[in-house]
């Protein structure tokens, strides 16, 4: 008796073989794919992509699309290093440029004020003209630092340094004395967090002299330091004129100063080198203020 391959149970045994094969070479094609595409996105990685698939399919239109995209992304970055290049040339120039010539305005103002021949009003425009200079060399100095830090001249390098060192170079109980403000600093542990000295003094002293430049006299700043699991917090309080709750969140933009203070000397880029300086050595500041009662100003500096 011969065997019926059309049988019913050899039709569903055949449908299943058919459909296992069917799977497996699915499979097969599936992972040739992700392994191409696999290799594609490790070239991209390393820089060495390049078309190989000249065709109609899928594979050959995905990789078209990756290369035009490597390509205009290559573009941008060239402009963008082009565009720092530049913003570097600039700065060097303008650094170059004024600097002779702001000196000079300050030596002859200083003469004048010297001179004994001149009168109280020609002594008085005298100062106003060296007021004024330093007025300009500040701001001079403030735009180069900015543009130097932005445009990566100046980079701030991090590393394991002690907290008590940091606070101690805060020398400004003689400028506080003169506005008649106190100042004054708690105890400081002895702690090590991760940052770099130099950049991370000149963010608390900028914190620092804006709690000075804001606070009547009669008040107080005051510096306290507390420790943490993963940082190491410096607190710069102060009793100042304060400021409106939805205007902490601005005044660490650049150029940005508040209505309160227009009367007061500045051009809005303290705060915004502190933010920048802090981020980029993995820390960060947060302020609580309101009108009327100070502000604190707390400073984050990572541990390792």
Same mark, same amino acid.
Not at 4 to 16: C, P, R, T
Not at 160 to 172: F, M
């Given at each position: 008796m011969g065997i019926n391959i059309f049988g019913e149970e050899n039709l569903l045994l055949w449908a299943v073989i058919i459909l296992l094969g069917a799977l497996g070479i699915l499979y097969y094609r599936v992972q040739r794919e992700w392994r191409y595409i696999d290799r594609m996105i490790d070239a991209a990685k390393d820089g060495s992509f390049s078309e190989t698939e000249f065709n109609e399919g899928k594979l050959s239109h995905l990789e078209s699309k990756m290369y035009q995209y490597l390509a205009a992304g290559g573009l941008s970055r060239q402009q963008l290093e082009e565009e720092r290049e530049k913003i570097k040339t600039l700065v060097s120039d303008i &650094?170059?440029? *004024? /600097? *002779?010539?702001i000196a000079n305005m300050l030596l002859y103002t200083q003469l004048l004020e010297e001179n004994k021949s001149l009168d109280e009003n020609a002594r008085n425009i005298a100062a106003q003209i060296e007021g004024q200079t330093n007025k300009l060399n500040f701001l001079i100095q403030s735009l180069i630092k900015t543009s130097r830090?932005? &445009?990566g001249m100046i980079s701030v390098a991090p590393g394991n340094n002690r907290v008590d060192e940091l606070i101690s170079k805060l020398d400004y109980a003689g400028a506080a004395a003169q506005n008649g403000i106190s100042f004054s600093v708690g105890e400081v542990p002895r702690l090590t967090a991760f940052f770099d000295m130099k950049w991370t003094l000149e963010a608390l002293e900028n914190i620092v002299d804006n709690a000075l430049k804001y606070t009547p006299p009669g008040g107080s700043v005051e510096i306290g330091v507390k420790d943490y699991e993963m940082f190491v917090r410096i607190d710069? /309080?102060?009793t100042g004129i304060g400021m409106k709750e939805e205007e902490t969140a601005k005044i660490f933009s650049r150029f940005y100063r508040s209505p309160a203070v227009s009367g007061k000397e500045g051009v809005g880029i303290g705060l915004y080198l502190v933010r920048e300086i802090l981020s980029r050595e993995g820390g960060y500041v947060k302020v609580a203020s309101r009108p009327g009662e100070g502000s604190v100003f707390s400073v984050f500096l990572a541990k390792q």
């Amino acid at each position: 008796m011969g065997i019926n391959i059309f049988g019913e149970e050899n039709l569903l045994l055949w449908a299943v073989i058919i459909l296992l094969g069917a799977l497996g070479i699915l499979y097969y094609r599936v992972q040739r794919e992700w392994r191409y595409i696999d290799r594609m996105i490790d070239a991209a990685k390393d820089g060495s992509f390049s078309e190989t698939e000249f065709n109609e399919g899928k594979l050959s239109h995905l990789e078209s699309k990756m290369y035009q995209y490597l390509a205009a992304g290559g573009l941008s970055r060239q402009q963008l290093e082009e565009e720092r290049e530049k913003i570097k040339t600039l700065v060097s120039d303008i &650094s170059h440029q *004024t /600097k *002779t010539p702001i000196a000079n305005m300050l030596l002859y103002t200083q003469l004048l004020e010297e001179n004994k021949s001149l009168d109280e009003n020609a002594r008085n425009i005298a100062a106003q003209i060296e007021g004024q200079t330093n007025k300009l060399n500040f701001l001079i100095q403030s735009l180069i630092k900015t543009s130097r830090l932005e &445009s990566g001249m100046i980079s701030v390098a991090p590393g394991n340094n002690r907290v008590d060192e940091l606070i101690s170079k805060l020398d400004y109980a003689g400028a506080a004395a003169q506005n008649g403000i106190s100042f004054s600093v708690g105890e400081v542990p002895r702690l090590t967090a991760f940052f770099d000295m130099k950049w991370t003094l000149e963010a608390l002293e900028n914190i620092v002299d804006n709690a000075l430049k804001y606070t009547p006299p009669g008040g107080s700043v005051e510096i306290g330091v507390k420790d943490y699991e993963m940082f190491v917090r410096i607190d710069i /309080k102060d009793t100042g004129i304060g400021m409106k709750e939805e205007e902490t969140a601005k005044i660490f933009s650049r150029f940005y100063r508040s209505p309160a203070v227009s009367g007061k000397e500045g051009v809005g880029i303290g705060l915004y080198l502190v933010r920048e300086i802090l981020s980029r050595e993995g820390g960060y500041v947060k302020v609580a203020s309101r009108p009327g009662e100070g502000s604190v100003f707390s400073v984050f500096l990572a541990k390792q």
